[in-house]
């Protein structure tokens, strides 16, 4: 647990006026078992953030611990203006209004497979938005042309293949208007080749202004893509800036190693 | 002072329940194991034998196989009394289960192992007494004494043939009294107690054989 | 042999009358035994103590007590509380207790057979915790039940002619009587579990085949 780089710590935590998430000394316990440690993070509106890191190192944790799929043991997590404290369980409607901004799209997909394509998109749209079935299937069809899929809406997600199941999830987060989108790892299940269509999907959604935290492996995307890189290993941030200037001249060693291994496979 | 005599009926009745639980699941276990060993046979004519008699015998309700033994046996072979009857009819319903179970459970023993000792040149009787038996043994134990929890209800049953256990005594003492509400709580109470300390008496096995015997 | 099948042709009429009870009893416990057994799945993992206990209570009772307790306790029990029960409606009341104590396990075990990850998609959605169970987990998780629901379904057959106790005229009690009248009553006995396997084998082989197919999909 050596140099952090201190300076770009200090000016993630930039209280600008249009920022619209905060994290400030937030970790995570399993038990006895440390995961985070004194994360300090913040993300301005139409940004788009890659945390990029080695397995373990609690990406897809700190990602969970936004959306409170788990609580954090400690810190604070403000999304607009919705403040989750560690110290008090959130209320039912906190953690409501903190789901309407966020939508998140899970490295397993997790579509619900007994309903169809369409039924996927639309159901949290009627339940969640009150939306009628006209309207929310509308909506529905008009995402599902995005990404290219249309044609699926009457299939079960079994007919599809992983790219397009992929976009179909992504289509089903964004159908509730999130004013965030979270990617955990959205590619990592998928063979290569299939994984640039989900990913061409996340870059038109990245210039369309929307704004969104991926925890990715996929380096290009994190370079070219991304405003922003966030590195993480063993549980803390442990370097952070531009993400030219992170993927191609990152003055941690322990980034240039992960970069360089990363690159040379 | 009514209900203590209650009780007291039923407990007579007790060792003749757990007799008979016993008893049939002794013949069941050891009925079992030809059984099972038929079903996991290589010769598919063998396996089709023992899968068709596991699958007609739990396909009958047990009622009807102890009616059919108690008085057909009766009429044609030989005189059974009602207790024998009821033992061979449950005997033979737990046999067919707790070949099954023991199926599971050999399948569930790692192939690496049956290959290991065969290349170590072990004899299928070392194999089977060394390696197999104690394994299935303790990977079947759960199930079985689920099975064999079943098993003490399903001796009610036997009631209808008139074997003097515990919910023969209850419906004799309803038919008497008319205070049947009070008698079978009292039984059906009794029957879970019972219950509780064979499953007791189970995990503490279980976890005695775990110490000795890892996964 | 020729004696035997006009026997049983004779026979045949009354003992299918009998099993036309049987399966209708089957039928009426199941239906009411089955969503009360969905219901006590969720009970017995409830946060709500009281709702938690009393579900437990009622799984205990409904699956520790021989069905033929269950069955006399309706029957000749209730009475003492002045409740009288046809034998047909304490049949259904204890069979249908005994289904809702034994599938709420089935169908806790499917439950927890849907994948992790169905739950947490509902939640990001912000889909209310009812209306997930309701449309997401507990369609999937009776899918997954299915093969050991049919199963359970098939003892339940077998579990009316029990009911032959408290006077229900249900296969095994016309069997009896047939056998009483004729005193051929290994004949009849063999007709009657005849008839029984004649339903419950072809599920059993419709079960396994569900089981092969539906572990294919995982």
Known sequence: ?265 | METFNFLLALLKAVPWSLALTISSFGIGALLAIPLCMMRISKRAGLRAIALSITVFIRSIPPIVWLFFIFFSFSEFVVQLNAFVAAMLGLGLITAANLAEIYRGALQAIPAGQREASHVLGLSFWDRASAIMVPQVFRYSLPACSTYAIGLLKDTAIASTIGVPEMAQVAYQISQQTFKGLEIYALAGGLYLVISFAMAWLSRSVDTGLRARIER | ?218
């Open chain 3, 1 to 218: 042999m020729n004696d035997l099948l006009s026997n049983w042709s004779e026979w045949l009429p009354e003992l299918f009358d009998g099993y036309k009870f049987s399966i209708q009893i089957c039928t009426l416990a199941l239906l009411w035994g089955v969503p009360v057994g969905l219901m006590l799945a969720i009970g017995t993992d409830s946060k709500t103590k009281l709702l938690r206990i009393v579900s437990i209570c009622l799984v205990e009772l409904g699956r520790g007590a021989p069905v033929l307790i269950l069955l006399q306790f309706f029957y000749f029990g209730l009475p003492n509380a002045h409740v009288s029960l046809s034998s047909a409606a304490a049949s259904i009341l204890a069979l249908g207790w005994s289904t809702a104590a034994y599938t709420s396990e089935i169908i806790r075990g499917g439950l927890k057979a849907v994948p992790a990850g169905q739950r947490e998609a509902a939640v990001t959605l912000g889909l209310p915790t009812m209306t997930a169970m309701r449309i997401v987990i507990i369609p999937q998780a009776m899918r997954i039940c299915l093969p050991p629901l049919l199963g359970f379904a098939m003892v339940m057959l077998q579990t009316t002619s029990l009911c032959f106790t408290i006077a229900l005229p249900e296969l095994v009690a016309r069997a009896n009587d047939i056998g009483s009248a004729s005193f051929q009553y290994m004949s009849v006995l063999m007709l009657t579990g005849l008839m029984y396997a004649a339903v419950c084998i072809p599920a059993t082989v419709i079960t396994s085949q569900m089981e092969k197919r539906l572990s294919k999909h995982i």
């Open chain 1, 1 to 265: 647990m050596n140099s952090m780089t201190i300076e770009n710590h200090n000016s993630s935590v930039h209280p600008s006026s249009d920022t619209i998430l905060s994290i400030e000394g937030v970790g995570k316990k399993f038990g006895t078992i440390r995961v985070l440690e004194g994360v300090d993070f913040s993300l301005s509106s139409g940004e788009v953030v890659a945390i990029i890191g080695p397995s373990g190192s609690g990406k897809s944790t700190l990602l969970r611990c936004i959306n409170q799929l788990e609580p954090q043991t400690e810190g604070i997590i403000r999304v607009g203006d919705v403040v989750i404290d560690a110290l008090h369980a959130p209320s039912k409607q906190q953690l409501s209004k903190l789901q309407r901004k966020l939508g998140m799209v899970f490295q397993s997909f997790n579509l619900f497979p007994h309903l169809t394509v369409l039924e996927n998109v639309s159901l949290a749209q009627r339940k969640v938005l009150g939306r009628s079935k006209r309207e929310a299937d509308e909506r529905s069809m008009q995402l599902l042309t995005r990404v290219g899929l249309a044609g699926k809406a009457e299939m079960y997600p079994s007919r599809c293949s992983g790219g397009q199941q992929q976009r179909i999830a992504i289509s089903r987060a964004l159908a509730l208007d999130p004013e965030i989108m979270l990617f955990d790892e959205p590619t990592s299940a998928l063979d290569p080749e299939v994984g640039l269509e989900v990913l061409a999907v996340m870059r038109e959604l990245a210039n369309s202004g929307m704004t969104m935290i991926v925890v990715t492996h996929e380096m290009r995307f994190a370079e070219q893509v991304s405003d922003r890189v966030v590195v993480m290993a063993d549980g803390r941030i442990i370097e952070e800036g531009p993400s030219k200037d992170v993927m191609r001249n990152p003055k941690h060693e322990r980034v240039q190693k992960f970069l360089t291994a990363v690159r040379d496979r």
